[in-house]
């Protein structure tokens, strides 16, 4: 028994979060069967959306187009950012940074 609703909200937020993962999965570059999979998933997740009532197609169209730009964004931000700072101590992001830099301090 599914309860039918009265408002819905632009955009689905199932829609748009399993886009976006499915765009980090490609931009990232993960394996081919988790890709595929986590395709599979989204579809099915935006068609339920819409089959079960909770959503008008335009709500997950606007979820989708809203997570695959959300999720390109996110995986270039990522694929261009070095993290290996967030690793290291004070002194060696302190060095770190500072190499990446180019800046020298001599004592």
């Known amino acids: 028994y599914l309860p039918r ?13 399993s886009a976006m993962l499915a765009a980090l999965a490609v931009t990232r570059g993960w394996s081919i069967p988790l890709t595929f999979t986590v395709i599979c998933v ?6 339920s959306r819409v089959l079960l009532g909770r959503h008008y197609i335009s709500d997950v169209t606007g979820g989708v ?43």
Not at 5 to 17: K, V
Not at 86 to 93: H, I, M, T, V
């Open 5 to 17: 609703i009265s408002n819905y909200s632009f955009p689905s937020g199932h829609a748009m979060r």
């Open 42 to 47: 989204a579809m099915v997740t935006c068609v």
């Open 65 to 107: 187009v809203i997570g695959l730009i959300n999720g390109v964004l996110w995986g270039a931000l990522w694929w261009c950012t070095d993290v290996e700072p967030l690793f290291l101590g004070k002194q060696e992001a302190l060095n770190w940074t500072m190499n990446q830099l180019n800046i020298s301090v001599t004592v």
